[in-house]
């Protein structure tokens, strides 16, 4: 089984802080992926990256990088946390085409 | 470019009725199909996917959903809803052939079962 998991389920931080979210997988796959999801907003992509220190912006990439300096992390980083980036954040992989595997989120307030 | 459309944020049935969570897609090739589902504080897990093999696909938990191309839709279904089965689904497409092919996904529809 595809294993992911992301380094805090919860995380409560202050405006200004740096954060940082990290996601291991453990199946080799080549692309990795960072969402955050809000209610009635469903799953908005921030980052991608579909190999070793390679990454793509998704639909929000405003106000995070990312970093992927191994296969197996993925690194999102909240360079000065604001009140806005309140939100559950997932972390998910991909081989190929196929279904893309999540891990179990981190549920991130920014006071 | 490719959507997602799931009808209904909030579906709600009694224990026991059928379960019927819609989607719909557009998409100019034919996609990979995908239906997750969420329980509280959770990730998502996969249910089901369609790549292009039979067009009744069975999943976990008692979950099938049915292509079809005609009416481009991918609709969930299960017979008798179970306490259990209360979550989000969210359904999700693909375009095999795209340049990354980035799963796109549905804002989700919250099911409630009742007693």
């Known amino acids: 089984d595809v294993k992911v998991t992301q380094s805090s389920r919860y995380l409560v931080k202050r405006t200004g802080e740096k954060v940082f979210l990290e996601c291991v997988q453990d199946?080799?796959?080549?692309?990795m992926f960072w969402y955050r999801q809000d209610p009635g907003l469903g799953l908005r992509l921030i980052y991608f990256?579909?190999?070793?220190?390679?990454?793509e912006k998704g639909d929000i990439p405003e106000g995070y990088s990312v970093s992927r300096e191994k296969k197996e992390r993925f690194s999102l980083i909240l360079e000065s946390a604001s009140t806005n980036q309140t939100s559950m954040y997932l972390c998910?992989?991909?081989?190929?085409?196929?279904?893309?595997?999540f891990g179990p989120g981190t549920r991130l307030t920014v006071t | 470019a490719q959507s997602v459309t799931q009808l209904g944020s909030h579906v709600s049935v009694s224990e026991g009725a059928l379960v019927l969570l819609r989607c719909n897609y557009s998409?100019?090739?034919?996609?990979?199909l995908f239906w997750y589902v969420q329980y509280p504080n959770q990730g998502l897990q996969l249910l089901l996917k369609?790549?292009?093999?039979?067009?009744l696909v069975k999943g976990i938990n008692g979950f099938e959903a049915e292509f079809k191309k005609s009416e481009t839709s991918f609709h969930l279904t299960k017979p008798s809803a179970h306490m259990r089965d209360a979550a989000e689904y969210f359904c999700?497409?693909?375009?095999?052939?795209?340049?990354?092919?980035?799963?796109?996904f549905g804002k989700g529809t919250k099911l409630s079962v009742k007693p």
């Open positions: 998910a992989t991909r081989q190929g085409y196929y279904e893309q595997y």
């Open positions: 199946m080799d796959h080549e692309n």
């Open positions: 990256s579909y190999d070793v220190k390679m990454k």
């Open positions: 998409s100019s090739v034919p996609p990979y």
């Open positions: 369609y790549t292009s093999a039979a067009t």
């Open positions: 999700a497409v693909s375009d095999p052939e795209g340049s990354q092919g980035n799963l796109i």
